[in-house]
Structure formats: structure tokens, C-alpha cells
């Protein structure tokens, strides 16, 4: 029999319903990261750990290692979050530890020492829930934090992130030290929830990730003429809300170019925003998301063109700003090519497994981003809906996940052993 064979999944399923019993009211799930429900998730988590022969600590980023020693140095981080949003699911990111948590007991109890070693972490913070710093331990570890933005961030009871995070023993001036972890680190792997809907389309449980896409998020106004909505005949009005609506039609023509390209105007404010008045001037927010970093700048590009059109014809201006962004984070193909053998060889013996990028960031990102071979393994959502209390996958699904994760883990043990990294 191999090991694979031996591994049993469904410890993973027992522990993520222990965890929600635990930790969710009837609202959903409230392991908001530095908050007393969190720190019960993380000490119910530990106390599982006793029988284990691994050693367990906190970094000074606040992530929770796991380490079983392996024959050799060379190291295997499995990883994902038990943080979650207020009234969240029971899945995300709770998955992915407890998965983890699942091969690395395989491990532990095995007659001998796995062949390299193996380390388990729980990243502190993903979500950004309370403060609005996402992925805060993972970018740590990264060495892309930010302490100096993070000084000033505070929560609805103006707490602020410093004063959190000293509560919960981490001190904000030294969170870089989380970079010591990086030692030996010869790949990264991380089973999550899809959180959209491609898979549940494609009545696929499994896919594997290509990476996360790269995000362009602007501010854009249009600068009308307030005027009197009796008197102004249409044809003189300089009406900012006509301008920024025939843009909000025009991103979807400009997405639609590109397979999994994404663009969305989130919110559009008017003022004087009033019923009797053309509007002055429209506020809005575009979020474009690619996993190629070409598409996204051409996207970039084509809207701030099609913006100065749609100005020019109502009369008005606009002007841009960034609000932010980052570069797609594509992941390392060989390990893209065994997350799809795991796959295949788990729930489809025939056919291709499919690989899609990832709309939503994850700490996988920050880890590869430093150059550390990674991927990621998706497991259908149901109803692509997550962040939510209705946050589901079916039992049979999730025990597929967690078996094709652990052939992940073996292929990829066999892998950093051939490739002499
Ligand atoms: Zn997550």
C-alpha cells in the first residue's frame, strides 16, 4: 500500500467542524485576526499538536510555524490562515491549515522521518478584516510589509494595529524578523476555496492555480457643470454622471477582450447628488484585474482613453488617480504541472485537469514573490460565494481536496529532492 493510499482526508473535515462549532455564532464565522475568538482558534489549533514530535512557535510577524523534522534541511511550507472576516465562512482559510495539518500528522506518525523537512503555517492576518492591511504576516515573511503606513492604522474603536498586535505579543518595529523563516524554504503550497464560480461551471471539483492576477485600482472624476434640472436644456448640459456611465458600460467591452480579465466600477458617487440638479461631478472607483501583466496595462490604458472620450463628448474632464496596485504573482510551472497530476490522478484519471489564475490575493502571493517555487490548489465553492455564512463545498469535494493535496505534498517532496534546489 502507498502512502497515499494510508492517508486518511477526513480528519481535516472533523477539525473544520470542531473549528466552527468553536468559533462561529449565527451570523458565520469570527476569527477576526488579533480578537479574543481568533486567539481561541489558534490555542484549539495547538492543543491538537500535543501528541505531534513537532516543534511549534510564533514568529515575530505573529504566524504560527509547525515544523517536522525531515532527514534533510530542504524544507516543504504548507500554508493558509485561520483568520477570517467578521460574519465569514467556514472555509476559508481554515481549509488550508487543517489540510495541512492533516499531511503533516500523516507525516509525523510515519515509522520514519519524512525525507525533507516539513513545516506548517499559519499566517497571521490575512484578511485585513479589522485594520485593512491584508496579508500582514505573509508580506512580513515577504519583507513587503509596511510598517510605517501600518503605524497609523486603527480600527472603528480607534485601537490601533500597534496596540492590537502588542496585545497579542507582536511587536510592530520587528515584524520583519519574520524573515528568518524563510531558511531552507524550497516550495510553497496552499489548498483555499475558489470563491467564485469557474469550477462549480465546469462541475470540476479541483483546479490548479496559475497565480494571482495583478490588480490597477483608480480613482476617477469627472468635473461637470452643476445646473438646474428645469431650466438646462439637454443640449448645453455638462452632465458628469453621463460621462461616468458610458464608461461603466465601456469596461465590459474592454475586459471582454481577454479570457479571465476583470474590471469593475465599484461605487459611483454624484453630487450634488441631488433630484433636481445635472450632476457636477461623478466620483468613481475602477478595479482592473489580469493575471498578465501586458493585459492589465493595455486594459489600464484603454479605459483612461475610452474616459477622455466619454469627457469630451458630455462636455466634461476627468482625472485619474491611483489608488493602488500590485503585479500579477504567476506561480512556478513544474509545481503547476504536479498540482494538475495530483489532480488527475485523484478525481480524473482521464482528461485535463484545469488551471485557472486566482481573481482574490492570497499569501501564496507573498511567498511567491520571493522567489519561492509555489501554487496553489482550488476546490470548488458552491454558488462561487465566500466571506459569507453561506460559504460552502460539499463534504465529498473537500475530502477529494484534501487527498489530492496531500499527492501534491509527496510529488512535491520528490520534486525538491530531484531538482537539487
Ligand atoms: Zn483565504
Redo the contacts with the bound molecule.
Sequence with gaps: MTSSQLFDPQIALTLLHELRELTANEQGAQRVAWTETWRRARSWFESKLHDLPVEYHRDAAGNNWITLKGASDKTLILG??LDSVPNGGWL??ALGVLAGYAILRHFALSESAPPVTIRLVDWAD??GARFGRSLFGSSAFAGTHSIAADRYRADRDGITLEEALAENGVDLNRIGDAAVERANACAYLEL?IEQGPILEGLGLPLGAVLGTKGVERHAIIFHGQEAHSGSTPMAVRRDALAAASKLALEIRTIAGKHADAVCTMGSLKTFPGIVTAVVGRAEATLDQRDLDAGVLAQMYREAQEASQRFAHEERCSVEWSRIWNIEPVPFHPRLIELCEEAIRETVNPIGKAHRLPSG?L?DAAEVARLGIPTTMMFVQSLGGISHNKIEDTRESDLLLAVRAFHTLAEKTIAWILSEAL
Excluded: A
Aim: hydrophobic share 0%.
Design positions: 493558509s490562515h476559508d482559510g490575512e484578511e483555499h482574490p492570497h
